[in-house]
């Protein structure tokens, strides 16, 4: 996971409540995603950025919002957290030469 | 209809056998092909890519692509324990936003 990573790696929250994930590369590149993954649908795009402060929304974007003031940060808030939000978060840069992606560990997050 | 359509598995083989992992889709102006492998509570880590219709070979792993017939397939020869995981398969037409397969789940027994 080097030039990645993701905090918090795990978090418990409850519904309604404001959750921010942060993902920093050390990469210096400019494309970075946000996906979630939940069993039965994969991975799916949430947000992606293509430089700082420059964001795009991704299939599934309800809910949920991003920031990047810098190019190493790329955040994801969840403004009232749902049930229907917990899942595996895993932050991604686009890979230098190649349409591929390097991804994070993950942030697993629970709502109750 | 989902973009990108994979069937889940789980798959399951003897040590040394062939794997054929196979993905679907449905957009024409997919041009960029991935397949990830995924370990259990690990991120997706990049195995290959192509880019249009053909073959790629990378040691062990031989990628294809069937544009014609919206088909692309991973094969593992020789595979080995090390290889279970979850492959998953990925698709973009601007290299820019990627669509997952749901991933198909494999053990290699050995």
């Known amino acids: 996971d080097a030039g990645i990573t993701q905090s918090p790696r795990h978090k418990v929250t409850e519904t309604g409540t404001p959750v921010t994930l942060r993902c920093h590369q050390t990469?210096?590149?400019?494309?970075m995603y946000w996906y979630r993954q939940d069993p039965g649908h994969g991975l799916r795009l949430i947000h992606y950025?293509?430089?700082?402060?420059?964001?795009d929304k991704g299939e599934v974007s309800d809910g949920y919002s991003v920031s990047r003031s810098k190019t190493e940060d790329f955040l994801l808030t969840l403004e009232s957290a749902t049930s229907s939000q917990t899942s595996v978060y895993f932050c991604?840069?686009?890979?230098?030469?190649?349409?591929?992606?390097?991804f994070g560990p993950g942030t697993r997050l629970t709502v109750l | 209809q989902k973009e990108v359509e994979q069937d889940p598995g789980p798959l399951s083989v003897p040590e040394g056998a062939i794997v054929s992992l196979n993905c679907t889709y449905s957009?024409?102006?997919?041009?960029?092909f991935m397949w990830y492998r995924q370990y259990s509570r690990k991120g997706p880590e990049l195995l290959m890519y192509?880019?249009?219709?053909g073959n790629k070979e990378d040691g062990r792993f031989t990628a294809q692509v069937d544009k014609s017939s919206k088909y692309i397939s991973l094969f593992i020869r020789d595979s080995q324990p090390s290889d279970s995981a979850t492959y998953l398969c990925?698709?973009?037409?601007?290299?820019?936003?990627?669509?997952f397969g749901t991933g198909t789940s494999l053990t290699v027994i050995p």
């Open positions: 991604a840069i686009g890979l230098a030469g190649g349409p591929g992606q390097y």
């Open positions: 990469e210096n590149h400019r494309y």
């Open positions: 950025s293509y430089g700082v402060k420059d964001t």
């Open positions: 957009n024409s102006a997919f041009q960029y």
């Open positions: 192509t880019y249009s219709s």
């Open positions: 990925a698709m973009s037409n601007t290299g820019n936003q990627f669509y």
